[in-house]
């Protein structure tokens, strides 16, 4: 159904060996996914359950809106709480009552657990059931841990999305869901481009709001458009539902593998498929081919950071004529990146987690032209002479499907073309 240009390579990274390391690891906690989540499901509100350190998280990374109250805040935990003075539970209850007395437009509450409510063992699980009888029907509360304790920043959104599964309606019909938080602009056409195919019903998990007829069952098919989804996918397989494994939708060629084993689920036929995907196949090529010039032939290091790097070496390599010298991921998992790590030629070091003395170490004598790491590692490897990219700034800009593909590319090409300019200002 999918002609790819260029053709898989005769032997990907799926069965090469993985360098594991565990030591210091560089990442933001997983309270960061409450930025874009908060956009995305529209009646939520997230109650980090926190330290004054997690409210300066979010408030500097989320900025204060000005028109309209925001849909996250934080219950501080006071040291009297930390200490075991306090019943933290009862005065839980009593924020959560203020809160949803004053903000009567809350339908989904998530108690959002971090560092210090998980050192003291606040129990959130306990108290979103408790919640959930008392504010039941009108609000459903839920709980995951937002936390950093060996945890990396876009697995906030998995465990918000897992911990939505199990409350989901039962369903028989033969859906598909379409998993993973994206903009809303790239949501529609994606829903678009699959609705152009004949395929449908088609849910998005999250939802953006409570009253979405999302449900689940026997007969639900899933596909993941994030590669950081594991435990949603492990919850979605526990109520039944079957996973549609693909190349994650990042390039021309990741899109165009993604819709096809989508499209062959539903029996879509080739002229069909080829009919809806050919134009912008060739614009997302075009994009691509404009915005990629300074990456041909440069090399690319990636930190673990975002869970993206390895359907992104994927796109770099493929599609940007890169070359990856390592690709670090904090997981790697077999049912999620298989596809990515098939179309990875073999040649790279795929690392899972991290020892971040020693990766550094590894950076430094290979002198990639671009390294893409967290923004604790970027402006040390700047002063270092090396060209960096945020990771971070993958997961906050649209980058999915065809219309965004030239886009993904000038986000790699962006830092290598400033260094160039830099360097002829300086000569
Ligand atoms: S959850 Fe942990 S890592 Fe995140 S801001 Fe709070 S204390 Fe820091």
Not at 1 to 30: H, I, Y
Not at 129 to 136: D, K, M, P, S, Y
Not at 287 to 294: H, K, L, S, T, V
Request: charge should be negative; hydrophobic fraction near 45%; aromatic fraction near 6%.
């Amino acid at each position: 159904m999918t002609q790819q240009s260029p053709p898989p390579p005769a032997l990907g990274c799926r069965s090469s060996p993985v360098l594991k390391q565990r030591g210091q690891r560089e990442v933001f906690c997983g309270l960061t996914g409450i930025i874009w989540l908060h956009r995305k499901i529209q009646d939520a509100f997230f109650l980090v359950v926190g330290s004054r350190t997690c409210a300066h998280l979010l408030q500097s990374a989320a900025g204060v809106m000005i028109f309209a109250e925001p849909r996250f805040g934080t219950a501080i935990l006071e040291e009297s709480d930390l200490a075991g003075l306090n019943d933290a539970h009862s005065e839980l209850d009593r924020t959560v009552a203020q809160l949803l007395e004053r903000r009567p437009d809350i339908r989904q509450l998530f108690l959002v657990g971090s560092c210090p409510s998980e050192v003291i063992k606040l129990d959130l699980a306990r108290a979103a059931e408790r919640l959930t009888q008392v504010h039941a029907p009108k609000v459903r509360v839920l709980d995951y841990s937002g936390s950093g304790i060996e945890t990396t920043f876009t697995q906030g959104e998995d465990a918000c999305l897992a911990a939505m599964v199990p409350v989901l309606p039962a369903t028989e019909a033969r859906e598909l869901v379409v998993v993973g938080a994206l903009p809303d602009v790239v949501e529609d056409q994606m829903l678009g481009l699959l609705d152009a195919l004949g395929i449908g019903p088609v849910h998005v998990l999250p939802a953006r709001s409570a009253d979405s007829d999302l449900a689940v069952g026997p007969n639900t098919v899933f596909a993941l458009a994030q590669p950081f989804l594991g435990d949603t996918h492990a919850a979605l397989e526990r109520r039944g539902a079957r996973h549609l494994p693909a190349p994650f939708p990042f390039g021309e060629e990741g899109t165009t593998v993604w819709l096809a084993a989508i499209a062959q689920e539903f029996g879509v036929t080739p002229d069909r498929f080829a009919e809806v995907t050919d134009a912008p196949r060739r614009r997302a090529r075009q994009a691509i081919a404009q915005a990629a010039a300074p990456l041909a032939d440069k090399s690319v290091f990636f930190f673990p950071d975002s869970q993206l790097e390895i359907p992104l070496a994927r796109f770099l390599t493929r599609e940007c004529g890169m070359l990856a010298l390592e690709v670090g991921s904090p997981y790697i998992h077999d049912a999620l990146h298989g596809p990515d790590l098939d179309l990875l030629a073999q040649g790279p070091q795929i690392s899972e987690g991290q020892d971040v003395d020693l990766q550094l170490d590894r950076c430094r004598a290979a002198r990639p032209d671009l390294t893409v790491c967290g923004l604790g590692l970027a402006n040390p490897l700047e002063a270092e002479g090396l060209s960096t990219k945020w990771a971070i700034e993958l997961v906050f800009t649209p980058v999915h499907f065809y219309e965004q593909a030239g886009d993904l590319a000038s986000l790699f090409a962006r830092p290598l073309r400033r260094k160039s300019i830099l360097g002829v200002a300086a000569e």
